[in-house]
């Protein structure tokens, strides 16, 4: 069975970070893991020009990846995430261990 990870990119807005880092970390993260997406590893760009933060979470398949997409709950985190990051971006790729782009 193929795993599939999501790679989730996104630029903090300035001035945001503190209530950036306080939903993520009591609200987004704990949210996307209940929705079955297992974080696997974060990032963030110090020098470059590239999404300040890259986030990547693991779900067993891709069925369970676009169930996770289609859901309210997942619409939710985003849309209160969005209030603190600009320029995200999802994308699902077939699990390859490592740092994945």
Request: aromatic share 12%.
């Amino acid at each position: 069975m193929i795993m599939w990870k999501a790679i989730i990119t996104w630029d903090i807005k300035p001035g945001h970070e503190q209530n950036y880092f306080a939903y993520v970390v009591r609200e987004y993260l704990p949210g996307i893991n209940q929705l079955g997406l297992e974080v696997t590893d974060a990032w963030i760009t110090v020098y470059g020009n590239q999404p300040q933060v890259l986030l990547g979470a693991v779900v067993p398949s891709l069925e369970q990846a676009r169930q996770i997409l289609h859901s309210n709950t997942w619409e939710q985190l985003n849309h209160d995430l969005s209030s603190y990051v600009e320029d995200m971006q999802v994308k699902f790729a077939p699990h390859k261990g490592g740092f994945q782009f």
